[in-house]
């Protein structure tokens, strides 16, 4: 059960529309549509920003959009704002009643 | 409002025992599963468990099955993550986080609890 490949750092400029990216399996990622995405400012709680590939919580803003391409899932970002930048985690349920997470991308706003 | 109460730092030697709680409120607590999370420092999320509090049932991550125990009493809303033999190794941030089924996403998370083991 390996981690979920995320890359390590994205930046951008205010305004700008960036992707994230969470590279795993077809017994991860590829096999099931339960990706769920997370913002984790540091010394806080993590918080959901997207589930089922690309459903939205309640309140999260519509900036924020998820997809799926095979074994690959995404997350966009558009009009980038400076409240955006933290960590963002990928996760996706795995076989046998497991979840696995990815390595985390730290968003930097310009 | 859903919450999820951490209880608070620990330092701790190598060797010694440890448990950590997390206090859920505003929801049915046999309602949801409950899972516990560990972010090294400077690292990512790893999933290590879940446990359903309606029945107690347990699942853990291959890589920290036989390390730790996730237990709870749902008679007071709280699930727990233990340790019977601390190394420095387990020197990290650990979050509980709430789920409703397999298929569900982590929707509310604790604020964590920073465990440091060190001689």
């Known amino acids: 059960q390996s981690a979920l490949t995320q890359p390590a750092s994205v930046s951008g400029s205010p305004g700008q529309s960036i992707t994230l990216s969470c590279t795993g399996t077809s017994s991860d990622v590829g096999g099931y549509n339960y990706v769920s995405w997370y913002q984790h400012h540091p010394g806080k709680a993590p918080k959901l920003m997207i589930f089922d590939v690309s459903d939205r919580p309640s309140g999260v803003s519509n900036r924020f959009s998820g997809s799926k391409s095979g074994n690959t899932a995404s997350l966009t970002i558009s009009g980038l704002q400076a409240e955006d930048e933290a960590d963002y985690y990928c996760s996706s349920y795995s076989s046998s009643t497991t979840w696995v997470f990815g390595g985390g991308t730290k968003l930097t706003v310009l | 409002e859903v919450q999820l109460v951490q209880s608070g730092a620990e330092v701790k030697k190598p060797g010694e025992s440890l448990r950590i709680s997390c206090k859920g409120s505003g929801y049915s607590f046999t309602s949801y599963w409950i899972s516990w999370v560990r972010q090294m420092p400077g690292k990512g999320l790893e999933w290590m468990g879940r446990?359903?509090?309606?029945?107690?049932?347990?699942n853990y991550s291959p890589s920290f099955q036989g390390h730790v125990t996730i237990s709870a009493d749902k008679s007071i809303g709280t699930a727990y993550l233990q340790w019977s033999s601390l190394k420095a190794s387990d020197s990290a941030m650990y979050y509980c986080?709430?789920?409703?089924?397999?298929?569900?996403?982590?929707?509310?998370w604790g604020q964590g609890t920073l465990v440091t083991v060190s001689s």
């Open positions: 986080a709430r789920l409703y089924t397999s298929s569900s996403p982590f929707d509310s």
């Open positions: 446990i359903d509090p309606s029945d107690s049932y347990t």
